[in-house]
């Protein structure tokens, strides 16, 4: 079965500091992968998606991901953090060639010192 | 404005009582989900539906059961066969199975 891991529960960065959330993923194929991120108590929001193609994908809010099909890896990046970053933020995946289950990792808190 | 809505935002219920989630959806979207969310364990799947009156149970589907009777509505009913029903409930959409998904904002659902 697919399966996505996020190792780090909490992650902590100053602003204006880079941050890197990493995250990776379990299937034979390449799948489709996805960043979202959580506000408390709202629901989630579509940072950046790589179905195929270019390997660094842009997003949203500044964000950046790169997939690395040898390590499967998604990692998520930002150069310059802001304090309105800190939220939770989930790494998911959905098989390709008519898949039907959108998986999520457990989730990376960022806090953000100012 | 085009979106999920998700009603109510909080829900309180009785033990034992069942509870019905509403969640409507006006992007003219095929595909409807049903996602838990627990602390720490990120998001799981409890049904979805690629079309109209045809639904599939996800990972956690016990104690629950959905209808899709209308393209813009997936209701989710949490029976009181759910033994622990408290969590964060979010419904989501999505043009084709194969693509991103658009979530409501959620219902936080209190059994006391």
């Known amino acids: 079965a697919q399966s996505v891991t996020q190792p780090d529960i909490h992650i902590t960065v100053s602003e204006g500091a880079s941050l890197e959330l990493r995250c990776n993923y379990s299937?034979?194929?390449?799948?489709?992968l996805f960043w979202y991120v959580q506000s408390p108590g709202q629901g989630l929001q579509l940072l950046l998606k790589y179905f195929s193609g270019d390997t660094l994908v842009q997003g949203i809010k500044g964000f950046e991901a790169e997939f690395k099909r040898s390590q499967s890896s998604f990692n998520l990046r930002k150069p310059s953090v802001h304090w309105s970053d800190a939220a939770e933020y989930f790494c998911?995946?959905?098989?390709?060639?008519?898949?039907?289950?959108?998986?999520f990792g457990t989730g990376t808190q960022l806090k953000v010192e100012l | 404005d085009g979106g999920i809505t998700q009603s109510p935002k909080y829900l309180f219920r009785k033990e034992g009582q069942n509870v019905t989630l509403s969640c409507e959806q006006n992007?003219?979207?095929?595909?409807m989900y049903w996602y838990r969310q627990d602390p720490g364990q990120g998001l799981r799947l409890i049904y979805y539906?690629?079309?109209?009156?045809?639904?599939q149970k996800g990972d956690i589907a016990e104690g629950y059961s959905v209808s899709r009777e209308k393209k813009e509505s997936f209701p989710l009913t949490v029976t009181s066969a759910q033994k622990n029903p408290t969590a964060f409930y979010l419904c989501?959409?999505?043009?084709?199975?194969?693509?991103?998904?658009?979530f409501g904002q959620g219902t936080r659902l209190t059994v006391v």
């Open positions: 989501a959409s999505s043009p084709q199975m194969n693509t991103e998904a658009f």
């Open positions: 539906s690629q079309i109209v009156n045809d639904f």
């Open positions: 299937y034979g194929a390449t799948p489709y």
């Open positions: 998911a995946v959905r098989l390709t060639g008519g898949g039907n289950k959108l998986t």
């Open positions: 992007l003219n979207h095929d595909a």
